[in-house]
């Protein structure tokens, strides 16, 4: 199968290793990928502060950039959402576009859904805290929400789970936000860093050494608060996990 990879911009400009992670991976199970050079940003920043007029030249360009592929996908659950669900207000009743919603998605979910990945061998001896995203959580369904009813899963988990040494930390509400938002990190800041501070407690409350999630922009929002305090605990993209890295970062 033919991969477009769609990289965000915070990755591009300040997490490339994550990545470069996210291609040695979908390589490992016989991926063949592509990486457009001419993509440019999804348009979320424009479309989450309602500059609808910005936003439109943006999925313009990336539909014509990534309509061609077998699948898109992304290590993003939050860039995967604007696609696959708020992608309508520009594209709607554009040929192709539907088919291109269908075949885009979060680097986990590809794996799971699409690779159909099982046993994944490596080693990662640490006790690993699970944030879930909330575009990954709600719009994804990347893992089971507390209020609903049925049975419990989690994709990143489930990748997760098979490599050797690995401990997961039980959190009192494993489903809640933390606090990032986009521009309402910077519009409500007071709130975004009391929501994060919250979500790190309960983590240290579960004994977490690593942090890790499917969205690199909710982890540089965390990770800025645990550096700023001091904590021990490291923050890493789930890709990096996978890729084989047996140390935290330093």
Same mark, same amino acid.
């Given at each position: 199968?033919?991969?477009?990879?769609?990289?965000?911009? #915070?990755?591009?400009?300040?997490?490339?290793?994550?990545?470069?992670?996210?291609?040695?991976?979908?390589?490992?199970?016989?991926?063949?990928?592509?990486?457009?050079?001419?993509?440019?940003?999804?348009?979320?920043?424009?479309?989450?502060?309602?500059?609808?007029?910005?936003?439109?030249?943006?999925?313009?360009?990336?539909?014509?950039?990534?309509?061609? #592929?077998? #699948?898109?996908?992304?290590?993003?659950?939050?860039?995967?959402?604007?696609?696959?669900?708020?992608?309508?207000? #520009?594209?709607?009743?554009?040929?192709?576009?539907?088919?291109?919603?269908?075949?885009?998605?979060?680097?986990?979910?590809?794996?799971?859904?699409?690779?159909?990945?099982?046993?994944?061998?490596?080693?990662?001896?640490?006790?690993?805290?699970?944030?879930?995203?909330?575009?990954?959580?709600?719009?994804?369904?990347?893992?089971?929400?507390?209020?609903?009813?049925?049975?419990?899963?989690?994709?990143?988990?489930?990748?997760?789970?098979?490599?050797?040494?690995?401990?997961?930390?039980?959190?009192?509400?494993?489903?809640?936000?933390?606090?990032?938002?986009?521009?309402?990190?910077?519009?409500?800041?007071?709130?975004?860093?009391?929501?994060?501070?919250?979500?790190?407690?309960?983590? %240290?409350?579960?004994?977490?050494?690593?942090?890790?999630?499917?969205?690199?922009?909710?982890?540089?929002?965390?990770?800025?608060?645990?550096?700023?305090?001091?904590?021990?605990?490291?923050?890493?993209?789930?890709?990096?996990?996978?890729?084989?890295?047996? %140390?935290?970062?330093?």
């Amino acid at each position: 199968m033919q991969v477009g990879l769609f990289i965000p911009c #915070y990755i591009d400009q300040l997490f490339p290793h994550v990545g470069l992670a996210t291609v040695e991976v979908l390589e490992r199970f016989g991926v063949q990928i592509d990486y457009p050079t001419q993509q440019t940003c999804c348009g979320q920043p424009m479309a989450n502060t309602g500059l609808t007029n910005e936003t439109r030249p943006l999925a313009l360009k990336f539909f014509e950039i990534f309509k061609d #592929y077998e #699948y898109v996908v992304c290590p993003s659950g939050s860039c995967t959402s604007m696609v696959r669900h708020h992608y309508d207000e #520009y594209l709607q009743g554009t040929a192709g576009f539907e088919e291109l919603k269908s075949k885009t998605f979060e680097f986990c979910e590809f794996l799971t859904d699409v690779v159909k990945v099982g046993r994944i061998e490596g080693r990662f001896p640490h006790r690993v805290g699970i944030h879930q995203s909330c575009h990954g959580l709600r719009d994804l369904r990347m893992a089971s929400s507390s209020e609903i009813v049925g049975e419990r899963y989690c994709k990143v988990r489930q990748l997760l789970e098979s490599l050797e040494g690995i401990e997961f930390s039980e959190l009192g509400r494993a489903d809640e936000c933390c606090g990032f938002g986009g521009m309402f990190a910077v519009s409500q800041e007071p709130v975004s860093c009391m929501m994060g501070l919250d979500r790190i407690r309960d983590h %240290q409350q579960a004994g977490t050494q690593v942090l890790t999630a499917a969205d690199m922009s909710c982890l540089m929002h965390l990770d800025g608060l645990i550096r700023r305090n001091g904590d021990s605990m490291r923050v890493m993209h789930v890709a990096e996990i996978l890729a084989g890295t047996d %140390q935290v970062n330093s």
